[in-house]
Nanobody
Framework: QVQLVESGGGLVQAGGSLRLSCAAS????????MAWFRQAPGKEREFVAT????????AYADSVKGRFTISRDNAKNTVYLQMNSLKFEDTAVYYC?????????????????WGQGTQVTVSS
């Protein structure tokens, strides 16, 4: 079955950077659009960024636009999220998501598979 394993989370000071990775297995990776979502304590899971099959199309939540970059390496079955200029409000558990569709996922209901999540904590 599809397995998504996130890594790269941790504790960082405001203004710092982190790079999340999501290694996928059990799927034909290039046939899946991928995304990152996040969930802060007491809040609903929200969309962060998404990327098309080839990586040629990306989209971002307004709250992270210009600071975060999503990318993928189909040869390594891996999707990345480069996070720069981190803010306290970026603190959350970050989840990797996959959708078997040419349409990128931007809502939780459009996601077919989830990773277990990785904690990102930004200290102010």
């Amino acid at each position: 079955q599809v397995q998504l394993v996130e890594s790269g989370g941790g504790l960082v000071q405001a203004g710092g950077s982190l790079r999340l990775s999501c290694a996928a297995s059990g799927l034909t990776f290039s046939s899946y659009t991928m995304a990152w979502f996040r969930q802060a304590p007491g809040k609903e899971r929200e969309f962060v960024a998404t990327i098309s099959w080839s990586g040629g199309m990306t989209a971002y939540a307004d709250s992270v636009k210009g600071r975060f970059t999503i990318s993928r390496d189909n040869a390594k079955n891996t999707v990345y999220l480069q996070m720069n200029s981190l803010k306290f409000e970026d603190t959350a558990v970050y989840y990797c998501a996959a959708r078997r569709s040419p349409l990128v996922p931007t809502t939780t209901s459009q996601v077919d598979s989830w990773g277990q999540g990785t904690q990102v904590t930004v200290s102010s």
